[in-house]
């Protein structure tokens, strides 16, 4: 019965337009991106190492698919999560609001059961989101540009990774981004639970993630002890995948806190949804 409900959830997604604008938008933003670098990326590329030109000497195409992918999957981490409350925030709110989930409760199935299956097709909605975004970043960026090594700025220099060393770093890298991402879906539909309409928990889902944010680059005192559980802190976990050597406890600490957060969402969501007056 489960699995039954969870494919009829996702025909659901399917048959809204909305569901549609993460897949139309990544296509669109990316595209732009990869157009933009091929027609004037060199002179971008230039900008940004001509301050290591004096002292080091660069050979080879640093302007290559594993680049974009990296650039493309730090600007667009922080933008997706709206695109995956468009969707998520609606699975259950939206049903209260037509008065489909008073027909739902009818069914012999438990609430409990209802709720997982729109938990298990956000997960697969957004699993597929990600999934594209990595088709566009990586995929169509080694199309454009080719492979070679990877040249990347962080907080200790420039390091540099070969070529033959990238490819599981990237499998890694979009499966931490899907579990930040599964996060917020969870968040959202935890939203969704309280609310009648499908604007709320979209709204609220945006706002939470806006004011973690905020809170976590604020170098301030008291904020200090609670930014390193905040959600939106661990968002860009997978930027650890990428330093030389790649460290193993922070990433392991970041994957933690972030299932802890899906497991706070679903239960609180499952806690509400089996109180949550559906049946007048």
Same mark, same amino acid.
């Given at each position: ?8 959830? !996702?025909?659901?997604?399917?048959? &809204? $337009?909305? =569901? ?7 296509? +669109? %933003?990316? *595209?732009? /991106? ?66 489909? !989930?008073?027909?739902?409760?009818? &069914? $012999?199935? =438990? ?7 729109? +938990? %298990?097709? *956000?997960? /697969? ?85 806006? %004011?973690?944010?905020? /809170? ?65």
């Amino acid at each position: 019965m489960l699995l039954k409900n969870t494919i009829n959830e !996702l025909i659901k997604i399917i048959a &809204k $337009p909305r =569901s549609y604008i993460g897949f139309g938008a990544l296509t +669109l %933003l990316i *595209g732009v /991106i990869l157009l933009a670098m091929k027609a004037d990326g060199k002179s971008f590329i230039s900008f940004v190492t001509a301050s290591f030109e004096e002292t080091l000497s660069f050979n080879g195409e640093i302007l290559n698919g594993n680049l974009m992918a990296f650039i493309i999957l730090q600007m667009l981490i922080i933008h997706v999560p709206l695109l995956v409350a468009l969707v998520t925030g609606d699975l259950v709110s939206g049903e209260a609001a037509m008065g489909t !989930l008073r027909m739902m409760a009818t &069914k $012999p199935i =438990s609430r409990s059961a209802i709720l997982g299956s729109k +938990l %298990l097709a *956000g997960a /697969i909605y957004t699993f597929l989101l990600t999934l594209w975004m990595a088709f566009m970043a990586y995929g169509v960026g080694q199309w454009m540009f080719g492979a070679g090594d990877l040249i990347v700025l962080n907080n200790d220099g420039l390091v540099i990774i070969p070529g033959d060393d990238i490819l599981w770093r990237y499998l890694y890298g979009f499966g931490l981004a899907y579990l930040a991402l599964l996060a917020i879906a969870s968040m959202s539909i935890c939203f969704s639970v309280f609310s009648d309409n499908s604007i709320g928990p979209i709204v609220s889902t945006m706002s939470v993630i806006i %004011l973690f944010t905020i /809170i976590g680059s604020l170098d301030v005192a008291s904020f200090h002890s609670i930014q390193p559980f905040l959600l939106t802190t661990h968002m860009s976990a997978w930027r650890s995948l990428f330093e030389m050597p790649v460290p193993g406890p922070a990433i392991i600490n970041s994957i933690y806190i972030l299932l802890a957060h899906i497991v706070a969402f679903t239960l609180i969501a499952l806690w509400k949804f089996n109180r949550k007056d559906i049946n007048t």
